[in-house]
Nanobody, 114 residues
Framework: VQLVESGGGLVQPGGSLSLSCAAS????????MSWYRQAPGKARELVAD????????NYADSVKGRFTISRDNAKNTVYLQMNSLKPEDTAVYYC????????WGQGTQVTVSS
């Protein structure tokens, strides 16, 4: 099983980033997918999740209206579009797949700073 995140980086406040997570080694279309993040000194928190067919999504209150999670089951990839970024969005962002078990990616750093 592999989950490989990409797209992180440094962006100014108010900017946008798009994260991708490429999955392999399991039946992607059967798994719910999530994005989590962990800021220094803080617990890992759920950012957004999406059901296996992409028909239902859920967001943390702190990102509602700014972030959008989506998936392409044909490409075994889940995305996180992040707009209107704030310094408090700075964290390592992790992709996760879950059904009866949970798998994690290695994370990608997102830094929002001027």
């Amino acid at each position: 099983v592999q989950l490989v995140e990409s797209g992180g980086g440094l962006v100014q406040p108010g900017g946008s980033l798009s994260l991708s997570c490429a999955a392999s080694g399991f039946t992607f279309s059967s798994y719910f997918m999530s994005w989590y993040r962990q800021a220094p000194g803080k617990a890992r928190e759920l950012v957004a999740d999406i059901n296996n067919i992409g028909g239902s999504t859920n967001y943390a209150d702190s990102v509602k209206g700014r972030f959008t999670i989506s998936r392409d089951n044909a490409k075994n990839t889940v995305y996180l579009q992040m707009n209107s970024l704030k310094p408090e969005d700075t964290a390592v962002y992790y992709c996760s797949a879950h059904r009866l078990v949970r798998y994690w990616g290695q994370g990608t750093q997102v830094t929002v700073s001027s």
